[in-house]
């Protein structure tokens, strides 16, 4: 089935520093790929996602690339402020039913003024 | 809009007990459902997937016995954790999609659940 790995599994920055994390998906047939960030005991809340015809998309300090042939999509965060601290899930979905989503394993960020 | 509540948001109870989690699409209507299990520092694992009118289908090694789902309407899915055991324990996070938006899921609050 359908597996998405995802590193670092920790990050720490410097507040002002840029952060990414990396994903890598198994079925090619993924069409689709959000990015949630959670709060401790929170629900995940989508901070930008990704459709497969698209190569990149960005809204302000955030941007998500996305390489269909490597199978790989990455999120970018600039400027990076100690409220970004938090649990980051990408997922992707489409390929194996209708919406279902399969996560990564999470990158807690840690930014530090 | 697009709003998902769940009700408990937390739950104690006993072991051998069952416990009913809802989850219900305040603002549309909810086509599928999804309910997750998130164990501390975990990712969300998908338990099941639940299409109104129809039977959910659980991911491999889910006990649909053990964890009853039901998608009796389109605003509203529950799923009954029968004869709870401490393992159980976890936070348990539904989501929909609606008719309108194909692939974004909308999250539930979580209900987390403590077995005693």
């Known amino acids: 089935g359908e597996n998405v790995e995802q590193h670092p599994s920790t990050l720490s920055v410097q507040e002002g520093d840029s952060a990414v994390i990396k994903c890598t998906y198994s079925d090619s047939a993924s069409n689709y790929f959000p990015w949630y960030k959670q709060e401790l005991g929170k629900r995940p809340q989508l901070i930008i996602d990704?459709?497969?015809?698209?190569g990149e998309k960005k809204d302000q300090r955030i941007a998500v690339t996305l390489n269909k042939t490597a199978k790989h999509f990455s999120l970018h965060i600039t400027e990076t402020q100690p409220e970004d601290s938090a649990v980051y899930f990408c997922?992707?979905?489409?390929?194996?039913?209708?919406?279902?989503?399969?996560f990564g394993a999470g990158t807690r960020l840690a930014v530090h003024p | 809009g697009a709003v998902v509540s769940q009700h408990p948001s937390w739950v104690i109870c006993k072991s051998g007990t069952s416990v009913k989690i809802e989850c219900r699409s305040l603002?549309?209507?909810?086509?599928?459902m999804f309910w997750y299990r998130q164990f501390p520092k975990q990712s969300l694992m998908l338990m099941a997937t639940s299409n109104e009118g129809s039977k959910a289908t659980y991911e491999q090694g889910v006990e649909k016995d053990k964890f009853l789902i039901n998608h009796a309407s389109l605003t509203l899915s529950t799923l009954t954790v029968t004869s709870a055991h401490p393992e159980d324990s976890s936070f348990y996070i539904c989501?929909?999609?609606?008719?309108?938006?194909?692939?974004?899921?909308?999250f539930g609050p979580g209900t987390r659940l403590t077995v005693t």
């Open positions: 997922a992707a979905s489409g390929a194996a039913g209708y919406n279902k989503l399969i």
């Open positions: 990704i459709r497969s015809n698209v």
């Open positions: 989501s929909a999609t609606g008719t309108g938006g194909p692939l974004e899921q909308y």
């Open positions: 603002d549309f209507q909810a086509t599928t």
